[in-house]
């Protein structure tokens, strides 16, 4: 069952994809409105299909690449779902869900396989580590999204290009709100997650440090997110530049979050 609801998924965010790109290209919002309903529909059966393998499997299937993907991707939607409710950033979804169903796609390479658990990933801790960690990961990732739709949007303004898309696209204020919004509740969860998961490997390793090259850029990339809140929070750091420095910022979470399984031997390699 959580296979097909995976595949209905999938199709269900290709197709709202598809109403996104068509939606920039014939610039208009009502294209958008239908595509964000479409994803509506993705995000809810993508729970569901969650919900069945939890069942199935008797715990928590968020213990490797693809699943912990496939929860991205999840997250992510519905994170940028939940913006609808206060702020006009509809045509967002054009970032968002094209990035959910490229998400989708990989983490469809073992798309029914078995969810086996070593004795060493059992344990709440490690579901609390990932869905925390995800999820402040999953907010990280739309301020990196709304960071690259404000430099579009100044530059179409600077340029004088009031018409077409700069109208299409959400405003300054709107892109910032989501940007401040994503930092100021993505860096507590990422931290709440590295938390969990440094007393996890104290009771799995022995220690709370590894140096293990995921460890030292999950850390990197929770510094320059530390320094860029605090500027934003005390020195009134917004627009331009706190753009720039959300998406410096992704760029090093990305490579501790899946650049270091490719390029680097590590122990979190179940990730």
């Not at 869905?131 to 907010?139: K, N, R, T, Y």
């Not at 530049?241 to 390029?263: C, D, E, P, Q, R």
Request: charged content about 10%; hydrophobic content about 55%.
């Amino acid at each position: 069952m959580d296979v097909l609801l995976f595949k209905i998924a999938l199709c269900a965010y290709f197709i709202s994809t598809l109403g996104y790109i068509t939606s920039l290209l014939v610039k208009r919002v009502f294209v958008a409105r239908v595509s964000t309903w479409i994803l509506v529909l993705a995000f809810i059966i993508h729970g569901f299909s969650f919900l069945f393998r939890c069942m199935e499997t008797g715990h928590s299937p968020f213990i490797n690449l693809y699943d912990s993907l496939s929860f991205f991707a999840w997250t992510i939607t519905g994170t940028y779902l939940a913006f609808q409710v206060k702020t006009k950033t509809r045509v967002l979804g054009a970032f968002v869900s094209p990035l959910a169903f490229l998400l989708m796609m990989v983490a469809s390479v073992q798309l029914g396989g078995e969810v086996s658990m070593s004795s060493i990933l059992q344990g709440r801790l490690v579901t609390v580590h990932v869905i925390l960690s995800v999820s402040g990961e999953a907010l990280f990732t739309l301020a990196c999204c709304a960071g690259v739709m404000y430099l579009i949007q100044e530059n179409l303004i600077k340029n004088k290009m009031s018409s077409g898309y700069s109208r299409l696209l959400p405003s300054l204020r709107d892109l910032d709100r989501v940007n401040h919004i994503c930092l100021l509740w993505g860096f507590p969860m990422l931290t709440m997650g590295i938390i969990a998961g440094s007393i996890w490997a104290r009771t799995a390793w022995g220690s709370h440090w590894q140096w293990d090259p995921k460890q030292i850029w999950t850390l990197f990339a929770w510094i320059f997110y530390a320094i860029l809140l605090h500027q934003r929070l005390a020195i009134g750091w917004k627009g331009r530049k706190v753009a720039l420095y959300s998406i410096a910022a992704f760029l090093i979470l990305l490579f501790a979050f899946v650049g270091t399984n490719m390029f680097c031997m590590t122990s979190h390699r179940f990730m």
